[in-house]
């Protein structure tokens, strides 16, 4: 099993930058396939973006060119660097581990982290 805490949330004004950070102990950090996923209140959690192993990347649509998920296998730790942030990006964001990568979607696996809220004003 993998434990994993994030850190980097908080509030922001449209437009702007955060980068969160997820890092993960327990296991074999290097060659699990790994996320983010998002919750927005009284929506269902859906997929921010997903990085294999490998480095193979993909995105939710709704983030696509504006974030960025990155590895660093070194420090056991993911990013996901978000810019042009906008209101409908305010949710509370969770990493995930442990998941599929396949026909360029992230499937969640069974770890997740606690959750970091991001707020974005308009």
């Known amino acids: 099993q993998v434990q994993l805490v994030e850190s980097g949330g908080g509030l922001v004004q449209a437009g702007g930058s955060l980068r969160l950070s997820c890092v993960a102990s327990g296991s074999r950090f290097s060659i699990l396939n790994m996320g983010w996923y998002r919750q927005a209140p009284e929506k269902q959690r859906e997929l921010v973006a997903g990085i294999s192993g490998g480095g193979i990347t993909n995105y939710g649509d709704a983030v696509k060119g504006r974030f960025t998920i990155s590895r660093d296998n070194a420090k056991n730790t993911l990013y996901l660097q978000m810019n042009s942030l906008k209101p409908e990006d305010t949710a509370v964001y969770y990493c995930?581990?442990?998941?599929?990568?396949?026909?360029?979607?992230?499937?969640?696996?069974?770890?997740w982290g606690q959750g970091t809220q991001v707020t974005v004003s308009s």
């Open positions: 995930n581990a442990g998941g599929t990568s396949t026909g360029g979607y992230y499937y969640a696996g069974g770890s």
